[in-house]
């Protein structure tokens, strides 16, 4: 036999919910494996119990058909079973290099520790990756995507027979996940089993060989050559019906007297973190897209201009009016300024507090009666629409949002400042995580809002999204605005258009 | 996904400690009624009542801080300082006993909103600042009063210290009860209890949705302050007077059940989580403890050493619990 894994009938649950109910997988030694399903289906769960996370209540593994038990995950990383789970597992203090090689450090308890050595290994494996960044810089100065990197380069200097990866690419632009998949395919010839959890269908039919589709915690197929699938059958089986994955695309933004003056507008705005001179504009009802490499400063800008970071320099206007933003409740509360982070687990949910906690904070203040009074059914009738519209899977309104999946933690993340009702509205990565279903939804959410009136300037690694949506593509690199493309959403040609415009810069 | 049972039917965690609390609370009375000569007599548990008004306030002083992952080791401290505030103007300045009350409940959230200032502000964790704040309140305070008892006081504030209800119940308790329901109703449906518990959680997540964490912690501070201010006038009641020393040197009687009580009660250290059923009925659980096992005269510093493995024990269960099993029910 060439199989390098294999689980059959797994069966798990937690407390009020079974999570996998029968599971079976097979993958083959030098082959990459897609395995997908649903916000919810069960994927992450079924990881875990691969890599000794968590233990099934039921059901057999077998490594290289040999029957296995995982007590814990160095148990599973004994067996050659290699990770890179959904959420970061860094240590933010330690440099990338003490992070990459960590498990090497921590087995030689009394050997002095060879920094220079540590290093050189960091860097070989970020050079893999093609990845420029100075291993010894702390993780936690790191940006949500490039932390994904220094993560994989982790995974991949373990060297194992095989690697499990969950949502590798979930916050990396198409060019990182490019040289991730080169890596990948070497991997595959060398006879390492990859198994490769994604909600992206394109790259799922540009790597994979082989697929396993789960589905409310059951295998909606079993696994096999992916060459059996079109695209429609696999959304067929993922979502249980058919499924018409065309975007409703949307009439476009038309500059009228009644939007003539920008809802949100920088003006030769500098950073202390370091943006030179960047002017933008937003109008009411407009979506302006701002794209980049992992590193350009996006997220940093969004941060500055909701006040978390000083603007230096330059001039921020809203509605026209000239204004200083001190902090995040100021930009909220007193300007209309939302901001969706990307980092959903440290920033854009309160993971031990309940979906309705969290799906209401930012109405709270709102929503209050007399005395501050405010009560659970009254939040309830103001985030439940839309908790339901993207069809957040939990145990219920009161479980917490650490027992959700990561694609439901991301609804929940958006779903409050969807609530919030803010004219003007920075959505970063906004589909980090989510099923193809929720994020034609999502999308038609997004639109609806700026046919309202919101302006949004949308932040997002993901070119197909950002191609649907934007009007206008703002390109930003090293914390500068390079260049500004008028959408046609023509997708093909605004892809290469893009991609040849951050190269031009990039041999500047 | 599959769901099972419905939340509905999962046990809440609040209700299950609280009933957890509640059964130890009878059997003690059990034990104790039936080792410790006087335990049910109508005059313990009269004093007993007494103590467990004083007990609950402070422990809901500490659980207002430590649900936002702060503590307050200033309680005893500020108590004492407030309550001799109110009464020097009640003996010194002839104050009515109402606004003498009212003022020093006003002294106490001063005290109290300098903490979080300085915590705040400065960035400095709540223990240094409180440590420090402990020592310069209750040393001025000694300074002030020359260490000094206040006894002069109207004829209505000592009348308050013999109320006394069927025999056996002190309205002190009933007081306290009362104000442990204002706290509860401010957490659970205000949305300034919702911010506090959220900057508990997430001080970062917090602050992205738009909440004002520093001004959370500020006012958490202040309402421990007064809450510790309503211990020092409640305690002063039962004294029939104000004295310096009364929580101990530096306050620091007053610490142990004002842990002890939270704590036990299932308020996470790390912030973010608090009940106040259960912190009620911990203070409850500690103080008939504590009267019961005086009574059995095994010495005052047993009690302390049973009191102090409790708490420290009450930690390690929770920590337990929560590596254990990752629980169903959010906040
Ligand atoms: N620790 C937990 N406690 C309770 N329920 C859990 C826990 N972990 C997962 N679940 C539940 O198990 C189900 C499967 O979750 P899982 O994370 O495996 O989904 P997933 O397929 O990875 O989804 P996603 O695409 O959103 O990452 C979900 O309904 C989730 O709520
Ligand atoms: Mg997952």
Redesign the interface.
Known sequence: MTLALELQGIVK???????L?GVSLAVERGSIHALIGEN???KSTLIKIITGVHRANEGTIKVDDRIVHFVNPRAASREGIGVVHQERNLIPRFSIAENIVLDRIAAKTFAPINYREINRLGEQWLRRLELDLDVRRPVSSLTAAQAQMVEIARALSLQSKVLVLDEPTASLTSHEAEALFRVLRQLRDQGVAILLVSHKLEEIESLCDCVTVLR??RNATSSGPLAGYDRAALVRAMVGRDFALEQAARIGFTSTASNSVPALELDGVSTSLGHRDISLSVARGEIVGLYGLVGAGRTELAKSIIG?HPIVSGELRVHGRAVRIG???S???RYSL??V?EDRK????????????NA???I??R??GA?????DSRILSNVDPLLRRLDV?A??R??????L?GGNQQKVSIA?WLAAGVEILIIDEPSVGIDIRTKAYLHQLIMNLADQGTAILLISSDLPEMVALADRILLMKDFRLVSEIANDKDYTKISADIMSRIQAVAFD | ????????S?PNEEASTALGLLLLIVIAFAVFSWTATGFASPYNLYTLTRTAGLNVLLGLAMMVVIATGGLDLSVGATGVASAMFAGYLMQDFRFQMVIAIVAALCFGGALGFCNGFVVVFARVHSFIVTLASMSIIFGAMIVLTKAESVRDLPASFLALGKIRWFGYLSPMLIVSVAIGALIA?MLR????G??I??SG??S?????????VGSRIITVHALSGMLAAAAGVMLSIRNGAMVPSMAGNLGQEWLLPAFLAPVLGGTLLSG??AWVLTTVLAALLVTELTSGMLLMAIGEFWVQFALGSVLLLAVLLEKGRSTL???????
């Open positions: 649950s937690f407390p009020g919910v079974i999570a109910n919810g289906a069960g409310d915690g978390l902090d995040v409740n930009a909220v509360h939302g901001y982070s440290a920033e854009g949910v309160i993971l031990m507090h309940s979906v309705l906690a209401g904070i930012t709270w203040a929503l209050r005395l501050r009074l405010l009560s899977k145990a219920s009161h479980a917490a949002v650490r027992n999946s409050k | 996904m599959a769901v099972g049972r419905s939340s509905r999962q109703i449906w205000t949305d300034l919702r911010e518990l959220a959680a997430s970062r997540a917090a602050t992205l949705s738009g909440v004002r973010g989580r099993m990752g629980t169903g029910e959010g906040i």
